[in-house]
Nanobody, 121 residues
Framework: VQLTESGGGSVQTGGSLRLSCAASERIYSSNFMAWFRQVPGKEREFVARIAWGFGHTRYADSVKGRFTISKDGPANTVYLQMNNLKPEDTAVYSC???????????????WGQGTQVTVSS
């Protein structure tokens, strides 16, 4: 399956962005979709995930209360609404699909190309 992200950009502190990730094929109820982010020189960091079937969500502590992951089943698309953005949220954000409920990047099978989010102070 191919994943294509969109919606990145540059905002000031406190601003909002909405990322989208569209899958080229049907996402099944057994799948999990996640967002990760990465800055140069650091490992990929888990941001949020959603169980495609039941819609259960999990968030990294650093984004809890500010970011919301959601899905559009018929459109095979997952979203990440990011509010009250901070400079430390600056990173390349990538979506991924897997078959396990996991915060580890190694448990995800396919990845999008990533979209840059830059938050200035």
């Amino acid at each position: 399956v191919q994943l294509t992200e969109s919606g990145g950009g540059s905002v000031q502190t406190g601003g909002s962005l909405r990322l989208s990730c569209a899958a080229s094929e049907r996402i099944y109820s057994s799948n999990f979709m996640a967002w990760f982010r990465q800055v140069p020189g650091k490992e990929r960091e888990f941001v949020a995930r959603i169980a495609w079937g039941f819609g259960h969500t999990r968030y990294a502590d650093s984004v809890k209360g500010r970011f919301t992951i959601s899905k559009d089943g018929p459109a095979n698309t997952v979203y990440l609404q990011m509010n009250n953005l901070k400079p430390e949220d600056t990173a390349v954000y990538s979506c991924a699909i897997g078959r396990q409920s996991s915060n580890s990047a190694r448990d995800y099978d396919s990845w999008g190309q990533g979209t840059q989010v830059t938050v200035s102070s």
